[in-house]
């Protein structure tokens, strides 16, 4: 039996798109990054791409999770992303190695 509270409940898988199409190397993806979000995602807009991590932005943890989720929709390993801009700022540059 399953308890209240979300406890034994599988976790909601973040909304990612295919952004395969991006995967090229040496190619510079620049995003907008929220941290502490509600729901972990990507989206692609009018004004370019934003993600979502429900990560806080201490000890890198924000940036980390970002990189997962920037792999994730790339469909490459998470190590083949380097952050190359944007460390401590909502405005990050990754590049596909």
């Given at each position: 039996?399953r308890r209240a509270g979300g406890q034994g409940a599988a976790m909601a898988r973040p909304?990612?798109?295919?952004?395969?199409?991006?995967?090229?190397?040496?190619?510079?993806?620049?995003?907008?990054?929220?941290?502490?979000?509600?729901?972990?995602?990507?989206?692609?807009?009018?004004?370019?791409?934003?993600?979502?991590?429900?990560?806080?932005?201490?000890?890198?943890?924000?940036?980390?999770?970002?990189?997962?989720?920037?792999?994730?929709?790339?469909?490459?390993?998470?190590?083949r992303l380097t952050l190359i801009r944007g460390a401590?700022?909502?405005?990050?540059?990754?590049?596909?190695?």
């Open positions: 039996m909304d990612v798109p295919d952004l395969t199409q991006l995967a090229r190397p040496g190619a510079e993806i620049t995003l907008r990054v929220t941290p502490r979000a509600r729901r972990e995602g990507v989206t692609m807009g009018a004004d370019g791409l934003r993600a979502a991590v429900t990560a806080p932005p201490e000890d890198g943890k924000a940036n980390a999770a970002v990189q997962k989720l920037l792999a994730r929709a790339l469909g490459v390993a998470p190590s401590t700022a909502r405005v990050k540059t990754f590049r596909l190695d």
